[in-house]
């Protein structure tokens, strides 16, 4: 058999290797796993291509994370939770060879889920994670047993790391619900504890949100999230809408444009 790795399977299709690795983990492609790698075998891959080669896709999440990689704390909006995990690993997938330590803080996701859901797209988690090159905490279990401002903290001791281990600085996300903490005033305080942290330091932080309208006061808490933001956006099923902060409010309580 004559098997074609994930990068020439794209460069056929002309799709993106992230569309590829979802076509391979969801079954759309005749693909098998060889160790860690997914592999569709070329004889295969033309009897699929007769049956209607998919069209080019654009990856969903490229002008999200290209937006998400820039320095400073970045507030997502999703309106489904599994397009944060995709948007996550498109991020990460990305953030590699940056110079940049990564770090995935997990609120309502467990560690080891994200670490299958990283490794299946290609990346060497283990060995990211031995070398110091990637850390993956579980901060909902820090915020609950310690605090939100101890959350914040570990964060911040992660870039010192980076930068004495010689990288430029952190890549970072951490995935939460409007009301993953439990009290919306400690999550305000944790947000802008981190929002300075990252004002400090040479951090890409991005927090994505699920958008759960059923939570209480759900458009409250969402104004409040993006006041503690530089930049943020909105993602659905078929629009994306990139936002500026151009405003702050003053010790009146009116509003600096």
Not at 51 to 57: D, T, Y
Request: net charge neutral; glycine share 8%.
């Amino acid at each position: 058999m004559d098997f074609l790795t994930v990068r020439e399977i794209g460069q056929i299709l002309k799709a993106h290797s992230n569309t590829v690795y979802k076509m391979c983990r969801e079954g759309t492609l005749p693909a098998v796993k060889i160790g860690k790698e997914w592999r569709v075998d070329r004889r295969k891959l033309a009897l699929f291509m007769e049956g209607g080669a998919p069209p080019q896709q654009k990856d969903t999440y490229e002008s999200l994370v290209q937006l998400s990689l820039q320095e400073g704390h970045l507030l997502g909006i999703f309106t489904q939770e599994k397009d944060i995990s995709e948007f996550e690993l498109t991020f990460f997938v990305k953030a590699q060879n940056r110079g940049y330590r990564l770090f995935k803080a997990c609120w309502w996701q467990h560690p080891d889920d994200v670490r299958r859901h990283m490794s299946k797209a290609g990346l060497e988690v283990e060995k990211l994670e031995s070398s110091g090159s990637l850390v993956i905490v579980d901060l909902n279990d820090v915020f609950r047993r310690f605090g939100h401002l101890r959350a914040a903290e570990i964060w911040s001791n992660a870039a010192a790391q980076a930068l004495d281990l010689g990288y430029k600085g952190l890549i970072s996300s951490g995935a939460k619900h409007l009301d993953c903490c439990g009290n919306h005033s400690f999550l305000m305080e944790f947000e802008k504890a981190l929002d300075k942290i990252i004002k400090n330091e040479p951090i890409v932080g991005v927090c994505p949100y699920l958008m759960d309208m059923n939570v209480p006061n759900a458009f409250v808490k969402l104004v409040d999230l993006i006041k503690l933001h530089g930049r943020f956006f909105i993602q659905t099923h078929d629009t994306e809408i990139l936002a500026q902060i151009t405003f702050a409010t003053n010790a009146s309580g009116r509003l600096n444009h």
